[in-house]
């Protein structure tokens, strides 16, 4: 049987530098953001796990069907890291990442200091 050529997926990667210290400490804005995005992309949320640290400050990890999205944020430096991978088995979903990370960063009003993608 030949298959054409597979690509995994899109695996895009950010630093930003959020202004408004309360964006890097509201783990549950965070949480109500993510499922507002679920929705408008029509991603499905298999689990979820969220860590408060003692400075308020957060990690979360949402498992996706699709694969993942991943923040931590560090208030004490107005920084955050974001990663946000979905897999392509039956669509390309390379834009849909791009789209994610998008409303991600007009969420936090952030400035991108750090941008990556891997094409896996």
């Not at 796990?49 to 308020?56: P, Q």
């Amino acid at each position: 049987m030949d298959l054409p050529p597979y690509s995994p997926g899109l695996h895009k990667l950010v630093t930003l530098h959020v202004d408004e210290i309360q964006k890097l400490t509201n783990s549950q804005g965070f949480v109500d953001a993510t499922h507002i995005i679920l929705e408008k992309y029509e991603l499905e949320k298999v689990g979820a796990v969220v860590h408060n640290f003692d400075n308020d400050s957060f990690t979360i990890s949402f498992c996706l069907k699709e694969s993942h999205i991943c923040i931590h944020t560090w208030p004490e430096y107005n920084q955050l890291t974001l990663d946000v991978y979905l897999c392509n088995y039956l669509q390309d979903n390379s834009q849909k990442v791009k789209d994610v990370m998008a409303d991600y960063i007009s969420y936090f009003e952030g400035k991108i200091i750090k941008d990556f993608e891997i094409n896996r």
